[in-house]
């Protein structure tokens, strides 16, 4: 399994140093139970109505793992160009991208999103920010390495994304000729080309998840983690099972179709005949 980490470029400056954003005003302070999210935007701004609206909207997914502890900053760049030169890099899927206390946003605007798309894509981002808090403090919250499926499932899964993604029956099927041991790894790499596909995958291992330890598991896994242990032993601290073998029965739930009969009740066989 491939781990994640902060590209350097980011791990070593915030996205308020980065000159796109120099321009960026404070127009709003939203608080999400008590801790603000603060808006920057451009001084002509005519979308501030709909951001803290849909803010507002995200708020009941961010406290499902315990909310913010630490002020967060939204800073809205008024087009994608804007995107990639303010994050210092080229990423042609994505609209906004969330650091410990930050995150950077496209604006709206030149994407077309409605409210509903941004009160996702905002519960996405500020899920990443609680992630970030709770496994770690600003100093050294990028130490801390997280598998890829885990990171961005628990992220769509909270925004409640499911429908931007292949069905459990489209994965089975793109997952049947793929190495049980290779599957997670694969979709990390092929997150570039395929982004549907990785990200689903890491959608439905996270639901499998929830569904079988329970929500109180992540909050248990990012506190181990916060206190230096890895990721592989905070796991099984979290939920007494190998982090290997979990995603081995996550695969083939998805690759034998087990979600077929989730939750149907056992038929009740005929009575025998008598002879």
Not at 45 to 61: G, I, M, N
Not at 89 to 111: F, G, K, M, N, V
């Given at each position: 399994?491939r781990?994640?980490r902060?590209?350097v470029?980011l791990?070593?400056?915030c996205?308020g140093?980065v000159g ?5 005003k404070?127009?709003?302070r939203t608080?999400?139970d008590?801790v603000?999210?603060?808006l ?5 701004a005519?979308?501030?109505e709909?951001l803290?609206?849909?803010l507002?909207?995200?708020?009941p997914?961010v406290?499902?793992?315990g ?14 160009r804007?995107?990639e030169?303010?994050?210092g890099?080229?990423?042609?899927t ?5 650091r ?10 030149s ?6 798309q941004?009160?996702?894509l905002?519960a ?13 403090t ?7 390495v997280l ?5 961005e ?8 994304q ?5 069905t459990l029956?489209?994965?089975a ?18 997150v ?12 439905h291992a996270v ?5 079988r ?6 909050p ?8 230096g242990?890895?990721f592989?032993d905070?796991f ?18 998805i690759r ?8 149907l009740?056992?038929?009740?066989l005929?009575?025998?005949?008598a002879k």
């Amino acid at each position: 399994m491939r781990a994640w980490r902060l590209p350097v470029a980011l791990a070593v400056s915030c996205f308020g140093c980065v000159g796109p954003l120099a321009n960026l005003k404070e127009v709003a302070r939203t608080p999400l139970d008590g801790v603000p999210v603060v808006l920057r935007h451009a001084p002509d701004a005519q979308e501030v109505e709909l951001l803290v609206d849909a803010l507002s909207r995200a708020t009941p997914a961010v406290r499902r793992w315990g909310g913010l502890s630490t002020a967060v900053t939204l800073h809205v760049v008024p087009h994608h160009r804007a995107f990639e030169r303010a994050l210092g890099r080229a990423e042609p899927t994505l609209h906004a991208w969330a650091r410990y206390d930050e995150i950077l946003l496209e604006s709206p605007a030149s994407w077309g999103a409605d409210v509903e798309q941004l009160r996702a894509l905002l519960a996405h981002e500020l899920t990443h920010c609680v992630t970030f808090q709770r496994l770690g403090t600003a100093q050294d919250w990028q130490q801390r390495v997280l598998p890829f499926w885990f990171r961005e499932g628990l992220a769509t899964v909270t925004a409640g994304q499911a429908a931007d993604f292949p069905t459990l029956e489209e994965l089975a099927g793109a997952l049947r000729p793929v190495p049980i041991d290779e599957a997670f790894d694969r979709a990390e790499r092929s997150v570039s080309v395929n982004y549907r596909h990785a990200y689903g995958l890491a959608h439905h291992a996270v639901v499998f998840l929830l569904r079988r330890h329970g929500d109180g598991a992540v909050p248990q896994i990012l506190a181990a983690l916060r206190e230096g242990k890895s990721f592989d032993d905070a796991f099984k601290a979290a939920t007494g099972v190998e982090r290997l073998a979990f995603e081995h029965d996550a695969l083939n739930y998805i690759r034998l179709r087990g979600f077929r009969g989730w939750g149907l009740p056992l038929k009740t066989l005929p009575s025998p005949r008598a002879k």
